[in-house]
């Protein structure tokens, strides 16, 4: 399953309502994750099961969708929060993410 | 706490070998299955490799198959990664990180070793 993120990279201020897609090649339930990575980091689950918020992670983050379509948004933008977003389909082998959204600061 | 720390990373000629480790602490590593997922420099994540929580089963992308083999040693809480053939393309850091179940999502991932295959 080839996952499509857009847009690749966004610039956007501090208290700006951020919104990243990513787009299947083929449908299934809500088997998607989300991550932020930060550089020379590891990635951090964000988002599993396509809405369920990973512990510790804040609530301005959600995910929504099902089928081809999910979204992360990030209902107002903290500068903790510039990174690059990864989602990654879990529901058939082999595992794959999208290409990455990079968050910059505008 | 939870933590995966991978090492064995270097750098190597094309067509070597090199085997990478990832060492489990702070939680039961045979309850989990364990994977590798790569980064080439500057670029996103790929998915490697899967072992099992009971080491019965794997699944490699096909970019790999073949020239490397997941393997664990549970008394040592390490899953290995012996890579064999190694190209150019398979510089990355690789990372290992687990998941609760086969069809999963990564809640824990290592720091990551860095492979390098040059020259």
């Known amino acids: 399953i080839q996952l499509t993120q857009s847009p690749s990279s966004l610039s956007a201020s501090v208290g700006d309502r951020v919104t990243i897609t990513c787009r299947a090649s083929q449908g299934f339930s809500t088997a998607l994750a989300w991550y932020q990575q930060k550089p020379g980091k590891a990635p951090k689950l964000l988002i599993y099961d396509a809405s369920t918020l990973e512990s510790g992670v804040p609530s301005r983050f959600s995910g929504s969708g099902s089928g081809t379509d999910f979204t992360l948004t990030i209902s107002s933008l903290q500068p903790e929060d510039f990174a690059t977003y990864y989602c990654q389909q879990f529901n058939s082998y082999p595992l794959t993410f999208g290409g990455g959204t990079k968050v910059e600061i505008k | 706490q939870v933590q995966l720390v991978e090492s064995g990373g270097g750098v190597v000629q094309p067509g070597r070998s090199l085997r990478l480790s990832c060492a489990a602490s702070?939680?039961?590593?045979?309850?989990?299955?364990i994977h590798w997922v790569r980064q080439a420099p500057g670029k996103g994540l790929e998915w490697v490799a899967i072992l099992s929580h009971d080491g019965t089963y794997n699944y490699y992308v096909d970019s790999v198959k073949g020239r490397f083999t997941i393997s664990t040693d549970n008394s040592k809480n390490t899953l290995y990664l012996q890579m064999k053939s190694l190209r150019a393309e398979d510089t990355a850091v690789y990372h290992c990180?687990?998941?609760?179940?086969?069809?999963?999502?990564?809640?824990?991932w290592g720091q990551g070793t860095l492979v390098t295959v040059s020259s």
């Open positions: 990180a687990r998941s609760s179940s086969w069809f999963g999502y990564f809640d824990s």
């Open positions: 702070g939680f039961i590593f045979s309850g989990f299955s």
